[in-house]
């Protein structure tokens, strides 16, 4: 999990982290924090293990730290955050010790982690799944307001 420590410090990570929790900071929906981004790790590694799926846990740990970075520049600019986010990720991969392979996989499930289809590589169906199911929508004070649809909403316990 050495590479997952090395995208957490990296500075341009660090400095994308710093910027979307100071756009989110009064946010009433759900925010895209470190917590959330392990949520999605841990419960992407829990889905591939109960599914026998080969897929390994540091891809899927750097994946889901990296899935939503690309918020703030949403927020910002308007791009759209799985765009922004590849090609933030794009650069710290590049940076890091990763196979040209690996960075593939890895981009390519920011890039549709936004997808429910089936047509996508395993790591994004695990990431697209981990992502919605890591939200507890049955706590929060703000689902009646939120444009999440029902069928994506999480209103009870599941893992």
């Given at each position: 999990?050495?590479?997952?420590?090395?995208?957490?410090?990296?500075?341009?990570?660090?400095?994308n982290l710093?910027e979307?929790?100071?756009?989110e900071?009064?946010?009433?929906f759900?925010?895209?924090?470190?917590?959330?981004?392990?949520?999605?790790?841990?419960?992407?590694?829990i889905?591939?293990?109960?599914r026998?799926?080969?897929?390994?846990?540091?891809?899927?740990?750097?994946?889901?730290?990296?899935?939503?970075?690309?918020?703030?520049?949403?927020y910002?600019?308007?791009?759209?955050?799985?765009?922004?986010?590849?090609?933030?990720?794009?650069?710290?991969l590049?940076d890091?010790?990763?196979?040209?392979?690996?960075?593939?996989?890895?981009?390519?499930?920011?890039?549709e982690?936004r997808?429910?289809?089936?047509?996508?590589?395993?790591l994004?169906?695990?990431i697209?799944?981990?992502?919605?199911?890591?939200r507890?929508c049955?706590?929060c004070?703000a689902?009646p307001?939120?444009y999440?649809?029902?069928?994506?909403?999480?209103?009870?316990?599941?893992?």
């Open positions: 999990m050495k590479r997952v420590q090395e995208i957490w410090e990296h500075p341009l990570y660090q400095q710093k979307l929790t100071q756009l900071a009064d946010r009433i759900c925010r895209h924090t470190p917590e959330h981004f392990l949520d999605v790790a841990r419960l992407a590694y889905f591939s293990l109960e026998g799926i080969s897929c390994p846990r540091e891809l899927i740990y750097c994946t889901a730290l990296l899935h939503d970075i690309g918020r703030a520049e949403q910002t600019v308007g791009t759209p955050h799985d765009e922004a986010g590849a090609r933030i990720a794009e650069t710290i590049s890091l010790d990763f196979s040209s392979e690996e960075k593939e996989a890895i981009l390519s499930a920011i890039r982690h997808s429910s289809s089936d047509e996508v590589p395993v994004s169906q695990l697209y799944e981990a992502d919605k199911k890591s507890n049955f706590l004070v689902e307001e939120c999440w649809s029902p069928q994506k909403k999480n209103m009870t316990i599941q893992y």
